[in-house]
């Protein structure tokens, strides 16, 4: 994306830059730039974090970074967070065991929603409802039924709702993104995603009664695994890539190396078929990470690498190359076998450079509290959600049922 | 018949039972603790950390939350990320008042605070400088003092405005700067490590930051500390103190790795800002103090300022012990200087420097 030396020489230009791009863009990339430029209206805006847990508190440290936002409250069933909480923000926050009674409150205009993932659907409807923004983590909802409800009531609300999607405000991938929209790597027809990692996955837990609240990824009740915990975000990807949310899902799981206790398998594989035969593969595994975290775009033309600090570009080699007619060499022949055409390509590719490579969950808070003030609706809305739950949620069925499973189409 | 049980006592047999099994599981496990090693690359260095845990999935998840720490505020403040918050401050904060996250003001109050008590020796906004010297891509330049004189409108602590009330960082010069962490971001991490471990139930641990900055959580086992070097650099291969390390912090500045050399001359990766110039003569400084944050930003202090000035900015400061070595050539009349240190770490240095002498 950008070497030291470009970055440093691009601070001093990164203000003008802004504006630069603002003008210089189009339809959505300009909105985009629009909702993360810097903020400096400081009207009040009051937060409410329903479960200030390990994301919780890192949206807190976002959000506390644009002008004006001062999170008023929050609810936990596991007390120790609100002091965590009070030391992320400096202050004390009225804390509350029950969600309900914080969205009661008045003094919340806008409310986090970052529990675990089966209680999203519950939280997020009822804070809808209760008239508040919502920024909702992802995966949106645990259920098709749950996450089409949302659609419903986000799009008969004037209240904005935000998906924890927050690649999609990530400068480098938008920028790469759109140099793939415009045809810079041919078709893509493949994109495969490695979340690759070497850890248990599990969390310290004071108390054994309480690991199905601390270490609730691992268990049925809450999760859908690794699919939708690192999934989500690779599947957002592809269905931005293409344009499009898949017609059908496989997948298939275990647990090969973690045999504790957990329900949630430690390692998955799923295939998403989109319109036009095209396909997203992906791929966890929680006992080695030499691949990361990272996806590739294959198109006709060449390759895209992204991954959470970068992006970059290799270019398939030319295939056909049209030649003068008139041009009547003779051929020599010869017996030469070749065998590096088969070869991975190992050389260096062509990265992106952005001038403000911001941190994505920093520009996403800014511009989810832009799109309250201002009444603008969000890049990564309901129906962003709602593609990336449609794949999480049906490759999880294909992966239980052992089988292909239809995804039913976007909303 | 039924004995009438009062609300309190209820309440409190209830409370012992509480008590009794929240221990359950801790007194039944009762293994006992063994030692576990881990390091990770983060901040352009290898961590390690080493501690007692009672088995190894609880060590594995520990160690995995206190890198995954380490890891969050390299992101936080790291000057090599465009992506960090440091970073886009270090952008935005020229343009306007920029709002920042509490943590990270707080980091920038107390490098603003060591700044002020050091009459800016201490800087965190050196960055251009150490990129006009060639340290950023190690490849080492002495710049001609035009070049100097150039960035010197750009630089500086005292252009750096904080306003706590609106936790806004404002570049009062209107120029974006090059916040570098390099000397306190250490320290800065180690010390949320530490409060992290702290919190988990660790009472026995050793951190260290690529071995320029230590802290030690409690004791080995049954030990009165964790030890710890410090290697006098006026007498290769020996050594000038051993400290048993309890709940404390170590940090260490000091020029025998990251130098470069030219026509003979060395030049050292820490600055004397205000003469914009690598230090001269100083070899090594090493510096204790509970916070690893203040132990981190005051092993560059005590390297850049004189002996006298060191132990003027020391008095007031009983809990910091203090130790630097000099050039003896150089023409420093003290090649050793201790402050509030305890031992006599001077002693091999002054009986072979004849003049030198140590508090
Ligand atoms: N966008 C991203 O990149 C990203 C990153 C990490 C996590 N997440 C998402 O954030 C969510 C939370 O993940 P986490 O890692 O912070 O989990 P966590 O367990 O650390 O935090 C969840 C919090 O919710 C609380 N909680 C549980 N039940 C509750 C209830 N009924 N009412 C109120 N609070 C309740 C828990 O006590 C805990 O404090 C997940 O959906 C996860 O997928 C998103």
Known sequence: ?411 | MVLPISNSVLSRVLACLAVALLLAPTLSAQAPLQRFHQSHPAMGTIWTIDLYAPDQPTAEQQLTAAFDEIDRIEDLLSNYKPTSELSRISRDAGQAPTVTDPETFAFLQRSLYWSRVSHGAFDISVGPLLRAWGFIFHQGHVPAQAELDALQPTIGWQHIQLDPAARTVFFTHHHAMELDPGSIGKGFAVDSVVALLRAQGVTSAFISAGGSTFYAIGTIPGKSGWPAEVPDPLHHGQVAATLQLRDTSMSTGACTQKFFLYQGHRYCHIFDPIAMRPVEGVLQSTVIDPSATDSDALSTIVFVLPAAATRRLLHTMPQVQSLVFRQPTAGASEPCSAVNWSGNPCASSALETPGAHTP
């Not at chain 1, 007619?325 to 030469?336: E, F, L, R, Y």
């Not at chain 1, 009444?375 to 809305?381: L, M, Y």
């Open chain 1, 1 to 411: 994306m950008m070497d030291r030396r470009s970055f440093m020489h691009g601070l001093s230009a990164a203000a003008i830059a802004i504006s630069a791009n603002a003008q210089s863009l189009t339809g959505a990339d300009a909105e985009a730039a629009r909702q993360i430029a810097p903020s400096h209206d400081a009207t009040p805006l009051r937060l409410g974090i329903i479960g200030p847990g390990s994301r919780g508190k890192e949206l807190a440290r976002s959000f506390l970074r644009v002008p004006g936002v001062r999170i008023t409250a929050a609810a936990d069933v596991y007390a120790p967070r609100f002091a965590e909480l009070n030391q992320v923000c400096g202050y004390e926050v009225a804390s509350h065991a029950d969600y309900r009674a914080l969205l009661d409150r008045k003094d919340v205009d806008a409310v986090i929603v970052a529990t675990p993932l089966g209680l999203h659907g519950e939280q997020v409807l009822a804070a809808l409802q209760a008239e508040k923004h919502v920024y909702g983590e992802k995966t949106m909802a645990f259920t098709l039924d749950q996450s089409a409800k949302i659609v419903q009531a986000a799009t008969a609300t004037p209240r904005i709702f935000q998906v924890g999607h927050q690649y999609r405000y990530s400068p480098w991938i938008r920028a790469a993104l759109a140099r793939v929209h415009q045809g810079e790597i041919g078709d893509v027809t493949h994109i495969i995603g490695y979340w690759h990692r070497n850890n248990s996955w599990r969390r310290p837990v004071p108390q054994p009664s309480l690991e199905r609240l601390i270490n609730w990824r691992l268990y049925n009740q809450w999760s859908l695994g690794l699919l939708a915990e690192l999934g989500s975000h690779h599947m957002d990807i592809a269905n931005w890539t293409f344009g499009a949310t898949p017609t059908a899902a496989l997948a298939s799981g275990s647990i090969c190396t973690y045999h504790d206790g957990r329900e949630t398998d430690d390692n998955v594989q799923a295939v998403l078929s989109y319109p036009g035969g095209k396909r997203f593969i992906f791929s966890s595994v929680t006992d080695n990470s030499q691949l990361g975290d990272q996806l590739w775009l294959y198109g006709t033309k060449g390759s895209l690498n992204l991954t959470l600090q970068d992006a970059t570009f290799y270019y398939e080699p030319r295939q056909v190359t049209r030649v003068d007619p008139n041009h009547n060499g003779a051929a020599v022949t010869s017996a030469s076998y070749q065998a590096s055409g088969e070869m991975p390509y190992r050389g260096p590719g062509h990265s992106v450079e952005v001038t403000t490579a911001e941190d994505p969950t920093t520009a996403a808070t800014r511009a989810f509290i832009y799109c309250c003030r201002t009444g603008t609706h969000p890049i990564a809305d309901v129906h962003v959600g709602y593609g990336s739950a449609l794949c999480v949620i049906q490759s999880n069925q294909a992966r239980l049922d052992r089988r292909e499973v239809a995804v039913p189409p976007a909303l």
